[in-house]
């Protein structure tokens, strides 16, 4: 059996995808953004989502370590603290990795102030849980909840698609150039 280019194509993008599958980059435009530890050594990332979070919409906390690769976040709400323990592999060589995010879903939250607060662990060793913590607002909620995202947007359908077209554009270019 003989494969076309386009499945071949297909196949390639789906496992540069899911074999090389690591935690997303940070968006860094999100608040409350980058925090320094009490010695100025170490920087955090913080972001929530949607933006102004409300009581209306599930809330999502993106955090980060610098040298830290996660790999999976567990969430704890105790009245207005929200505990976040981010579990993955901490690198100390330098230059550190790219500063790499990973999501916590806390759902929806009423209306106030809460406290955030993150502690980085490599198996079942403490790496650091000296991470300053943060303040967030949740608002009253209401309004038009944000639409899901379109499954095209997602990475894997771009590359797909990214993939597709070249495919297309250099099979329009030959027949082109034939004749």
Do not use: K
């Amino acid at each position: 059996m003989r494969l076309s280019g386009c499945v071949l194509l297909a196949i390639a993008a789906l496992f540069a995808q899911t074999a090389f599958a690591w935690p997303a980059d940070c968006d860094t435009s999100m608040q409350p953004g980058f925090v320094l530890s009490p010695d100025r050594h170490l920087s955090y990332f913080y972001g929530v989502t949607p933006e102004p979070p409300t009581s209306a919409a599930p809330i999502h906390i993106d955090t980060a370590r610098i040298a830290f690769i996660p790999s999976s976040v567990s969430v704890a709400v105790h009245g207005h603290e929200i505990d976040l323990s981010v579990a993955g592999d901490s690198f100390g060589f330098d230059p550190p990795p790219p500063l790499q995010c990973i999501s916590a879903s806390v759902g929806t939250l009423p209306p106030g102030t809460y406290t955030v607060n993150a502690a980085f662990r490599s198996g079942n060793m403490l790496v650091d849980d000296s991470a300053p913590p943060v303040t967030i607002t949740i608002a009253e909620g209401g309004g038009v909840p944000a639409p899901a995202s379109a499954p095209t947007l997602s990475s894997f359908m771009l590359t797909l698609l990214a993939g597709l077209l070249g495919v297309f554009g250099y099979r329009a270019m030959r027949r082109h150039t034939r004749a």
